[in-house]
């Protein structure tokens, strides 16, 4: 069988039951860095039948001698140097690949930095979309973003605390009132969250930024102003929108898809171009 286990993002402490009981018994473990994962089995006292590197460089590699073990009816346990494997780590391929193949394949559940940092942001959690990591290149990293946005509710992101600065700076011209949380080095003894806009989180930051971070933008139509208010349409532009609005609904589009439509080429919020194109359908009846 082959177990996905997950293993701490920080505190060595926040490891399973489970977890443990199945790296004692695992005939292979699979892991990133055999000596990041040996300080894990050390701390909990486990003493391991084999260790194998597998990580995003011999992933798939490792494909075929991981198929052959769990052929041969051995246990292979999988670990990431943190959290759950498969998130931005290694464990995608061989998941599906030993899936494909009829092997019995579990999840054991544990820690995992992105609902930990979703929840510690205090932004809304009822609906949430991971993106990843943030682009590297700085002019991609708005458009990323509001792509992300497009899916309604809060958006979570792994940053390098290298460019923490430019994306924060980006977002914070582009949303001036969009809440955000910067979660830094959760569970570990130096944790912090810093919450409020980017502008503020910026000023808030420690002059050298170190650790893992996580990033939690709010949902766009929860900000006070929000993406709407630093790019709102002036007079004229509003009356473009309605005589838009107004063609596209002529034309038999329903209200939501002409809506959508505008929203999406003009970047404006949904819910006021929505309204809008109501408005503009009482008209035309």
Same mark, same amino acid.
Not at 13 to 36: K, N, P
């Given at each position: ?150 899916? !309604?509710? @809060?958006?979570?992101?792994? %940053? ?5 600065? =430019?994306? +924060?700076? &980006?977002?914070?011209? #582009? ?56 790019? !709102?349409? @002036?007079?004229?532009?509003? %009356? ?5 609005? =107004?063609? +596209?609904? &002529?034309?038999?589009? #329903? ?31």
């Amino acid at each position: 069988m082959l177990y996905i286990c997950a293993t701490p993002i920080g505190n060595l402490d926040d490891v399973t039951l489970r977890v443990l009981q199945v790296l004692r018994s695992a005939d292979v473990i699979l892991c990133e860095d055999t000596r990041h994962t040996g300080g894990l089995l050390r701390r909990h006292e486990v003493t391991p039948r084999s260790l194998l590197s597998f990580h995003e460089h011999n992933e798939l590699a490792r494909l075929e001698r991981v198929l052959a073990l769990l052929s041969e009816g051995k246990d292979v346990a999988l670990v990431s140097d943190a959290g759950l494997p498969g998130l931005s780590d290694p464990g995608f391929t061989l998941v599906r690949a030993a899936a494909e193949a009829g092997f019995e394949v579990t999840v054991l559940p544990g820690a995992s930095a992105v609902p930990t940092a979703l929840v510690a942001s205090g932004l809304p959690t009822d609906r949430f979309v991971f993106v990843g990591f943030v682009p590297r290149a700085k002019a991609k990293v708005v458009e990323f973003l509001e792509g992300a946005g497009r899916a !309604g509710g @809060s958006v979570v992101a792994f %940053e390098s605390p290298h460019r923490l600065r =430019a994306t +924060l700076e &980006a977002i914070a011209t #582009r949303w001036p009132d969009r809440l955000v949380a910067v979660c830094r080095e959760l569970t570990k003894v130096h944790e912090q969250v810093l919450r409020g806009t980017a502008r503020q989180a910026l000023d808030a930051l420690d002059p050298r930024v170190r650790g893992e971070v996580v990033l939690v933008l709010a949902p766009v139509e929860d900000a006070e102003a929000g993406a709407s208010a630093s790019c !709102g349409a @002036s007079p004229r532009e509003d %009356e473009h929108v309605r005589d838009t609005l =107004a063609v +596209l609904l &002529a034309k038999g589009f #329903r209200t939501k898809e002409a809506a959508d439509l505008v929203a999406g080429l003009t970047g404006l919020d949904r819910r006021t171009v929505y309204a809008a194109a109501q408005e503009a359908k009482t008209r035309l009846s």
